[in-house]
C-alpha cells in the first residue's frame, strides 16, 4: 500500500461531457503526476505539479488541466470527453529532492466514455 | 516513437527457475529507471530503481541490471513464485528530480507452478 489515494474508482460519462478525478497524496509527498493507461499500453505522463503549479506536461491537450491543493492533493479535470479518453487514469506521488526518483502510484480511476 | 521498448509482451517460467524482462531506451539522456508490476484492477507498485552511475541494485529476490553502452535494463527475479504472474512496466526519466517518466508497454509474466 503505497497511501497514494484515488476517487472515484470506476465511473461513466457520455462523450462531450467534463469529469474530475481527485487524489490524495502519499504521507509527506509534496509532488503529484498524472498518467492515462490505455488498454495495453503503459502509462503515459499527462502532468506534474510541484508546490501547486504545474511543473511539465506531457503530449496532451489543454482540455486536460489540473490542480495541486496546498495540503498537495490533486484534481485532473477532463472537459469535452471523447470516446478515446476511455483508460485507467493513475495519480502518483513522489517528494522532489528526496527518496531518489522514484514515484508511487495510486489504484487508479477507470474512466469509461460512451 | 517508442523510446522505451518491452519487446516481449509475454512470458512464462516455471515457479522456483529464472524470470528475465527486457527493456530497451533510445534516450541517452535517460539517467534514472523504475521497475513496476501492475495486477489486474489494481495500480502499479513499485520494484526497484537504479540510476546512471550503477549497473546493478538488488532488493530480495529482485535485481535491475543497467548497460548504458546497449541502452539495455533487465530485471531477474529469482526464484520465481506464482505470486509475481502479473504485468511488469520499466520506466526511464530523462532528468532527475521532474518524475516525467517514459514507459514501456509491458510484458506479462506468468510463473507456472
Known amino acids: 500500500e503505497t497511501g497514494v489515494t484515488q476517487s472515484p474508482t470506476h465511473l461513466i460519462k457520455t462523450r462531450g461531457q467534463q469529469v474530475t478525478l481527485r487524489c490524495s497524496s502519499q504521507s509527506g509527498h509534496n509532488t503529484v503526476s498524472w498518467y492515462q493507461q490505455a488498454l495495453g499500453q503503459g502509462p503515459q505522463f499527462i502532468f506534474q505539479?510541484?508546490?501547486?503549479?504545474?511543473?511539465g506536461r506531457g503530449n496532451f491537450p489543454p482540455r486536460f488541466s489540473g490542480l495541486q491543493f496546498p495540503n498537495y492533493s490533486s484534481e485532473l479535470n477532463v472537459n469535452a470527453l471523447e470516446l478515446d479518453d476511455s483508460a485507467l487514469y493513475l495519480c502518483?506521488?513522489?517528494?522532489?529532492?528526496?527518496?531518489?526518483?522514484?514515484?508511487?502510484f495510486g489504484e487508479g480511476s477507470w474512466l469509461t466514455v460512451v | 516513437d517508442q523510446q522505451v521498448k518491452q519487446n516481449s509482451p509475454s512470458l512464462s517460467v516455471q515457479e522456483g527457475r529464472i524470470s528475465i524482462l527486457n527493456c530497451d531506451y533510445t534516450n541517452s539522456m535517460f539517467d534514472y529507471f523504475l521497475w513496476y508490476k501492475k495486477y489486474p484492477a489494481e495500480g502499479p507498485t513499485f520494484l526497484i530503481s537504479?540510476?546512471?552511475?550503477?549497473d546493478k541494485n538488488e532488493d530480495g529476490r529482485f535485481t535491475v541490471f543497467l548497460n548504458k553502452s546497449a541502452k539495455h535494463l533487465s530485471l531477474h527475479i529469482v526464484p520465481s513464485q506464482p505470486g509475481d504472474s502479473a504485468v511488469y512496466f520499466c520506466a526511464a526519466s530523462a532528468k532527475s528530480g521532474t518524475y516525467k517518466y517514459i514507459f514501456g508497454t509491458g510484458t506479462r509474466l506468468k510463473v507456472l507452478a
Open positions: 502518483a506521488s513522489s517528494l522532489a529532492r528526496g527518496d531518489g526518483n522514484t514515484i508511487y
Open positions: 505539479y510541484y508546490r501547486e503549479e504545474e511543473n
Open positions: 537504479i540510476s546512471s552511475i550503477k
